[in-house]
């Protein structure tokens, strides 16, 4: 059967409809995500960026500022601003690897573990209403695998 080489086949013509719809939903669950992440840091008198680091840092303790950057998506310079403001504020401490002298590591303070504590049973709690009613706890574990494979870490 001959087919206008100008055309893609059937089945790639789906395949970027469903890619298409892909996208428009992973946006709109992004956005719910960001702004329920937003109201919570507003109570807490933080940018979303600024929740991003501390709940990292809560959950991982002490990190490289370039594994934080790498981990949250955004830029070296913007992760420099952010924990700046952090540390102005109280929240964290920076200081040179013991190894390194080119490596800076990060850490939430007293002040900001405190933070931690308090922001994240209000994140565990609004993401529980956002996503319990929607998702079997088995289908957010796979989600979050896929999540994972496609954001290139290996859970």
């Excluded at 979303?48 to 981990?71: F, N, P, Q, T, Y």
């Excluded at 109280?90 to 490596?103: F, I, K, M, Y």
Aim: aromatic share 6%.
């Amino acid at each position: 059967m001959w087919q206008n080489i100008f055309e893609p086949p059937a089945n790639e013509v789906n395949n970027d409809k469903v890619l298409a719809q892909f996208v428009t939903q992973v946006h709109r669950v992004y956005r719910a995500v960001n702004e329920m992440g937003g109201e919570v840091a507003a109570r807490h008198d933080l940018f979303v960026g600024e929740l991003d680091v501390v709940s990292l840092l809560g959950a991982g303790g002490c990190l490289r500022m370039g594994d934080v950057a790498k981990r949250l998506s955004i830029s070296p310079s913007n992760a420099t601003r952010i924990f700046k403001q952090l540390e102005e504020n109280g929240l964290v401490t920076r200081g040179r690897a013991e190894n390194s002298d080119r490596e800076v590591i990060a850490r939430l303070s007293e002040r900001g573990e405190m933070l931690y504590q308090r922001c994240c049973p209000q994140m565990v709690s609004e993401a529980r209403s956002m996503f319990n009613g929607v998702l079997s706890t088995q289908e957010q574990a796979t989600l979050l695998g896929l999540l994972g494979k496609l954001n290139g870490i290996h859970i």
